[in-house]
């Protein structure tokens, strides 16, 4: 990759330690693809799309494969904690840092918190009568101390993680398509009956399917944030990103088509169940509901794991390129301690919002992440065209842009995304302002 013409100091990383392997590269690329948005999240996809929902799994998906290669190019060139924060700010300037940087440790500590809350209705289901609050306080607690012992804790978590949700997924998909080919022992084989009608919802069914579908592929941005800390950081991360490109269209379109297949798309247990649950049930599997909470809870956890790690790192990043307040840089045994701490504590205080002021404050900072993804992803391309330029490259940075700018303005067309769309907006205004001014004002300092 020829070197950009934006000259900016670069991160070491030097006093984080390095003892992610390549198998747990490659679990947290695999676990950041199957999260909680897939197995339950999905549902409300499906009854508005029906079976175009496959088509909007494979529209997002492709824009996801788009912005996971240049992702993986920028970050096997420059391996960095700060990930895309770091090439924004080396490609476009600190601003572009700051505010890509810190609405993405907004969105990871939000994610620590709703994540928690739905682990622990899960609990709570089996243990009726404990408090939710608790349960969530205890999730944080075990991953802040595994978080806070060693980079290698946090890899060994996911990893074994990552390998049951896919044992589980894997699992299901063998079972979904030997029903479908009616070879499954007291199933009878669906057919194409459930096909019938591929666009049930016409082109408004598509398009919340396809904003749900968006929404649900985050977090494969994480493995690009543990690669600074990995044995071989240019190696392991062009691996586990470009073995990302097949899991997404096995795991989340795959399971898609078979779920439409073996259930009616407007089926009441899809959004009610959930889609797997739903599917499972249909095929006669005793226990289906109590299999798939376990490894739904499972996927929960595991995100909480990982954003807790993703948003320290970034946080200490942006600290170290002077974008943060200098407590939050302080590292101790490798690890950025303070910086874990924050994330904790932010993600907790989410959860007190939700339960103190569930319809103000805390459906307000929902809407105010609603859209960070699309931002980051916006940062990631503009990146990537300011630091590379060689052959015939833009083509599809520029086709990633226009599928990004087509989302954002579906979004602004429907209501129950516009009010996220103006909020995240809002709070990207807010941040990117903060960090030109800051910008500013250190180069007048240096004159």
Known sequence: MPSTTVTTP???????????????????????????????GSGAGIAAAGPSIVLAYTLSGLLVMLVMRMLGEMSAAHPSSGSFSAHAERAIGPWAGFTAGWSFWVLLCTAVGLEGIGAAKIVTGWLPGTPEWAWVALFILVFCVTNLAAVKNFGEFEFWFAA???????LFLILGVLAIAGVLPGTDSPGTANLTDFFPGGGEGLVVGLLAS??????????????AESEDPVRGVASAVRTAMWRIALFYVGSMAVIVTLVPW????????GPYIAALDELGIPGAGQIMNVVVLVALLSAMNA?????????YSLVERGLGPRVLGRVSGGVP???VLASCGFGFGCVVLSHWRPDDAFSWLLNIIGAVVLVVWGFVAVSQLRLRRARTFPLLTWVALAGMAAILVLMAREPATRVQLYSTGAMTLVLA???YARQKRLFIASL
């Open 307 to 315: 954003n807790i790690y993703g948003s320290s790192r970034i946080a």
């Open 10 to 40: 670069q991160e070491s990383d030097a006093s984080l330690s390095h003892g992610l392997k390549q198998r747990h590269l490659s679990m947290i690329a695999l676990g950041g693809v199957i999260g909680a948005g897939l197995f339950v």
């Open 214 to 227: 968006v929404f649900a592929y985050g977090g494969l941005e994480t493995v690009t944030i543990a690669a």
């Open 266 to 273: 407007d089926a009441k247990a899809v959004v009610e169940k």
């Open 337 to 339: 301690r303070i910086a």
């Open 164 to 170: 049951l949700k896919v044992g589980a997924i894997g």
């Open 433 to 435: 302002g903060v960090g």
